[in-house]
């Protein structure tokens, strides 16, 4: 993934909502959830060498992010956590470990906060804990985290979040677009 997708998969929420919740905090900061995407991806590796799946949510303090998704803009001062997870197979409902998981399934979380330009002023990678995936369908992603920060940060939560099939397209590279910067 390139320094954009990374960027949006830290600060993407979606417009239409979900019922989500953050609690905690990771470098003094919390997420006020606004809004929040869902998202699935598979992409065929190189060399014939399988499909790479990945299935993950999006909450952010910002609402309107499909939207601006779908008009290549980020959104300014967001602050937001990513996580999912990548795996060898297709991702199922279940619970995974942040870091190196069993079965060729592997968990992530980013915490990210923004500026007026759109900079990162904080990010931040879980160092352990589980993302579980109660729901896992086209149109939405549903479960809940339980998650660590090397600043001794913890946060816990939910998501039920509809999917973005924009932010499918800008990760996959189907959109050759520029993303800009949205106050």
């Known amino acids: 993934m390139n320094k954009t997708i990374i960027g949006w998969v830290a600060v993407c929420a979606v417009a239409c909502g979900g019922g989500s919740s953050v609690t905690g905090t990771v470098d003094g900061l919390g997420v ?3 809004d929040s995407i869902g998202y699935q991806i598979s992409t065929q590796l190189p060399f014939d060498a399988g499909t790479l799946y990945e299935v993950g949510v999006a909450l952010a303090d910002v609402s309107g992010i499909c939207a601006d998704i779908t008009a290549l803009k980020t959104p300014a001062n967001a602050t937001a956590l990513a996580l999912g997870v990548v795996s060898n197979a297709a991702v199922a409902a279940g619970t995974y470990n942040v870091g190196t998981g069993t079965s060729g399934s592997s968990a992530f979380a980013g915490f990210s906060k923004g500026d007026a330009n759109c900079h990162s002023t904080v990010s931040e990678n879980a160092v352990s804990g589980t993302v579980t995936f109660t729901g896992v369908s086209s149109g ?5 985290f339980d998650l660590s920060f090397p600043d001794a940060g913890h946060l816990t939560g939910s998501f039920s979040s509809p999917t973005c ?8 590279g189907a959109d050759a677009g ?3 910067c949205s106050p």
């Open 178 to 180: 520029t993303v800009t």
């Open 165 to 172: 099939a924009a932010f499918n397209t800008l990760v996959t």
């Open 32 to 34: 006020s959830v606004k």
């Open 140 to 144: 939405q992603v549903s479960g809940s």
